[in-house]
């Protein structure tokens, strides 16, 4: 019942699930944030995070390693990501449409591969929880913030650092010259092409973890198609974050929030149809999308070639 | 040699480099398949086995061909719609969802009047599956011109929101009486009247979709390059700056062209119910219903390099794939995704491709003498002058 929503217990569990299921939300958007900042829109992200899902499943679940699952999807994301820099960089290929290209790719593979080396429902003992010493004892408080897998924290731990990155180092200052006016960054000796690759493999490896934090870490099984265009709405959240980490943990948030309510609401069987709750994340990004048109603009160069004058 | 034959000359080598240019989606596509036959070959099969096998079971048989065919309809129709959006540089990616809406709206309407004669209740539902597609494709048009908002990012939410649409209706308020009593449920609609379905060449299951679908596609070619409306769109593709100044409504004209498009895949999934399943049925996913048409009609599009007549062919080549993975993964055990992993990379290919065409064109230009200008330019330059 709707007021079951309000006890204690629940708050408690829908907060602390929402703050797990950020988890890929951001790992991805932050990844496609440095794409974009650099001017390359990568629509990719949900092939990348399929694939990812399953090879990192399916080294875990052959060598009973999870890391080594994480680094199998940041392997196979890098090389998808070297891909769409290729085509994006070099030949000039039309972002959004090669980015489509990528997420069929992605998505037929990775169902092939599970058909074929898989083919039935297997659990892997993914990422356990790791109760902060100290602050993982505080009441409400700890089980919310400090009872998660290592993967949710470093997440989180993504967000300042990629904002550091981004504003306070060299590299951050040649990759947002890259993609407000790329002559201008090339003029000064900054090679735009070795920015962009950078960025578009960085954002493939985010996306690679992204995709096996839910196989490794959140649902601990591979099923097809099991982002369920949460890649999509990752590329949204950057527009809804203004093209900064901290805009984007708020949008990140904000969805996992949300989505948990709904998962919340179909557990405790409030009668409002499940398809209703499933399709609330996605009205919502629309309607973000919408409301945020004024505010900020994205980088000047954003899927535009650069081709050296000559 | 005399000046006269040399520019002959040059002509003939023109025309040379400009069907090589037309070749290269054939290439692209091979270059998909041989990128193919190394994973076939990672997953200890023969790709020569298996791509035969393929061939035969798209194109080995009259019945093979029909259901090839049959499988191209839907891709067609999708197709022609990218044929337009993206012409008018819109990127429409919410064919499933089109699809979906369509089919729901010319669904519910088969179902609700059964006292019409059969002729006007098709006529009727293709409009209703018009008008569905062209709802959902309206909004991510009004969202673009208006707010602003990536038509590529709205379109794929629209899909998933047309998905949970359609999952609530089977399961709850359109399911066939039928499941609803029996309490096994499958979330299905009642199947439609059998004056109401689209004649078929029997014995096959192909319907008259197709002969609708490539009327359509001389009506759009005729539309895009004869049409006062389909030379704003596409001069809205072009450019927009040059277009706004030229006094065209450019705002306007990106909503109907998400409008048309998404009306040739509301018609799309119209006729997989009135012309292939006479139910509407979902597994939960938009694949289960669509069989990934929405996505593969712009494969299809892109491989017909936006062209509507030369989308055709591409469209049976494509449902051809289709047809024939299932036959492939009897013969070799290579699950049918291979064919969708493949479908990707052909559109990667032929985008990539277009630099390659781009760069051949330039260098034959400046050979020939003639300025820097793309044939696509002179091309609307000429088309200005006459309008």
């Known amino acids: 019942m709707i007021s079951d929503l309000l006890s204690a217990t629940v708050i408690i569990g829908i907060v602390s699930s929402g703050i797990r299921l950020a988890t890929p939300y951001l790992f991805a958007s932050i990844g496609e944030m440095f794409g974009q900042r650099s001017g390359v829109l990568n629509l990719g992200v949900e092939g990348q995070m399929l694939l990812g899902s399953f090879i990192g499943f399916y080294v875990t679940l052959k060598t009973n390693n999870v890391w080594l699952g994480v680094l199998a999807a940041m392997a196979v994301g890098a090389l998808m990501g070297l891909a769409m820099a290729f085509v994006t960089v070099n030949l000039h290929a039309t972002q959004g449409i090669s980015g489509i290209g990528f997420y069929l790719f992605g998505m037929g593979m990775s169902n092939l591969l599970f058909q074929k080396l898989v083919g039935t429902v297997e659990g892997v003992k993914g990422f356990q929880k790791i109760s902060v010493p100290l602050l993982g004892k505080i009441p409400v408080i700890g089980d919310i913030f400090f009872n998660h ?26 990759i947002r010259a890259v993609g407000e006016n790329p002559e201008a960054a090339d003029s000064l000796g900054v090679s735009v092409a070795g920015i962009r690759y950078l960025t578009v493999i960085m ?89 945020s048109f004024s505010k900020g603009r994205g980088p000047s160069a954003l899927t535009k070639v650069f081709e050296r004058e000559g | 040699m005399p000046p006269k034959q040399a520019t002959a000359d040059l002509r003939l080598k023109d025309r040379a480099g400009s069907i090589f240019d ?94 019409l004669p059969g002729w006007l209740a098709i006529i009727i539902a293709m409009l209703m599956g018009i008008l569905g597609g062209m709802i959902w494709g309206g909004i991510p048009g009004i969202l673009k011109a208006y707010f602003n908002v990536n038509e590529i990012l709205s379109t794929v939410m629209m899909n998933a929101i047309a998905v949970q649409i359609m999952n609530f209706l089977m399961r709850g308020p359109m399911i066939d009486p ?65 277009s706004k100044y030229g006094g065209i409504d450019v705002k306007k004209h990106i909503v109907v062209a998400l409008l048309l498009s998404g009306a040739f895949a509301g018609l799309a999934g119209m006729m997989q119910v009135y012309g292939v399943n006479y139910r509407m049925i979902t597994d939960g996913s938009a694949t289960g219903f669509t069989g990934n048409a929405g996505f593969n009609g712009i494969v299809a599009a892109l491989f017909g390099q936006l062209h509507p007549l030369i989308t055709i062919p591409a469209s049976v080549l494509f449902g051809g794939l289709l047809v024939g993975a299932n036959a492939m993964q009897r013969v070799v055990q290579v699950p049918s995704a291979l064919i969708t992993a493949l479908n990707g990379l052909v559109v990667v290919f032929v ?21 820097q200008a793309t044939p696509e330019d002179a091309e609307m330059q000429q088309e200005a002058g006459e309008a």
């Open chain 2, 178 to 242: 039928v499941q609803r009593e029996a309490s096994s449920q499958i979330p299905q609609t009642a199947r439609l009247l059998e004056s109401y379905r689209l004649p078929r060449l029997s014995p096959t299951r192909l319907h008259l979709g197709l002969l609708i679908a490539i009327l359509l596609a001389v009506a759009v070619y005729f539309l895009l390059w004869r049409t006062t409306l389909g030379y704003r769109i596409r001069a809205v593709g072009q450019s927009q700056p040059a």
């Open chain 2, 351 to 371: 985008v990539s491709s277009e630099f390659f065409r781009k760069r051949s064109q330039k260098r034959r230009l400046s050979q020939s003498g003639a300025e």
């Open chain 1, 149 to 174: 897998n290592a993967l949710v924290y470093l997440a989180f731990l993504l967000v300042p650092v990629a904002w550091f990155v981004l504003n306070k180092t060299t590299l951050g200052l040649k």
């Open chain 1, 203 to 291: 954002g493939g490896v985010f996306s690679g973890i992204a995709g096996a934090s839910l196989s490794v870490a959140l649902l601990n099984v591979f099923q097809q198609n099991m982002t369920a265009g949460q890649g999509f709405i990752a590329v949204a959240l950057v527009y809804f974050g203004s093209w900064k980490p901290f805009g984007i943990l708020g949008g990140a948030l904000l969805f996992s929030m949300i989505n948990a309510l709904q998962l919340w609401i179909q557990v405790l069987g409030i009668p409002i149809p499940a398809e209703l709750a499933v399709m609330m994340p996605y009205i919502l990004t629309i309607l973000v999308l919408t409301l």
């Open chain 2, 22 to 115: 037309q070749m290269m989606p054939i290439f692209a596509t091979l270059a998909a398949l041989l990128v193919g036959a190394i994973f076939l070959l990672l997953l200890g099969a023969n790709p020569l086995t298996a791509y035969g096998a393929l061939a035969q079971g798209a194109f080995g048989s009259f019945n093979a061909f029909a259901e090839t065919l049959v499988k191209s309809i839907p891709l067609l129709l999708v197709g022609l719609g990218t044929c337009i959006a993206y012409r008018g540089s819109v990127t429409n990616i919410g064919g499933e969802g089109q699809m979906i809406i369509g089919a729901i709206l010319s669904t519910w309407f088969g179902l609700t009047f059964t006292e």
